[in-house]
């Protein structure tokens, strides 16, 4: 429990005004990866990386993206570009190895933003609204790089996020 120095009145709070969640223009967006976790898929049979993209520019900066990356799934179309979506991420930011989604974090990349409709999921009957979607990676000159850019550092050398110890192969 934490004790307040001040009571604090409901009735002098601002309003909330919940935040912008339309969709952004379609279009190539640069971004910064804010947060990378791996989850389970619903039916529990693969994994996907779950990212969260900052928009840095040119317009939109401060709006956030998330994209899911199917790494593992039981089918073999969705993993398949899954992994190829994994390994455009990969180059775009000048990373030679994953390990440890952290390693991804920080990495700035050019993403092209499409707008998916809304609609009614046919098997849950769960309605979802109008969101964007990350068709591709793009390094952060628009282009996409076959190998880490001359004397970019390489992602896999930064340190752990905070909070959390570096795993065992970044140790020396």
């Known amino acids: 429990m934490a004790y307040l120095d001040q009571p604090i009145n409901v009735n002098e709070l601002p309003e909330d005004t919940g935040g912008d969640y339309t969709p952004l223009p379609p279009g190539d967006y640069q971004t910064v990866i804010k947060d990378a976790d791996l989850k389970a ?3 529990g049979t693969g994994q996907y990386i779950k ?5 840095t520019g040119p317009t939109h900066a401060g709006r956030v993206v998330f994209s899911n990356i199917n790494i593992r799934n039981k089918s073999s179309a969705a993993e398949q570009i899954g992994r190829a979506q994994l390994g455009a991420l990969m180059k775009a930011i000048g990373l030679a190895t994953l390990q440890d989604t952290d390693q991804l974090i920080g990495g700035h ?3 092209k933003l499409a707008i998916r409709e809304a609609r ?3 098997a849950t009957g769960k309605t979802y609204e109008a969101s964007n979607e990350v068709k591709a990676y793009k390094g952060t000159d ?3 790089p076959s190998a880490a850019p001359a004397g970019m550092p390489k992602a896999s050398a930064a340190p752990a996020a905070p909070g959390k110890a570096a ?4 140790k020396k």
């Open 41 to 43: 898929t619903n039916d």
């Open 51 to 55: 990212l969260r993209l900052d928009v």
């Open 167 to 170: 795993p065992p192969w970044m």
């Open 142 to 144: 628009g282009a996409m």
């Open 120 to 122: 009614t999921d046919p």
């Open 109 to 111: 990349v050019t993403v």
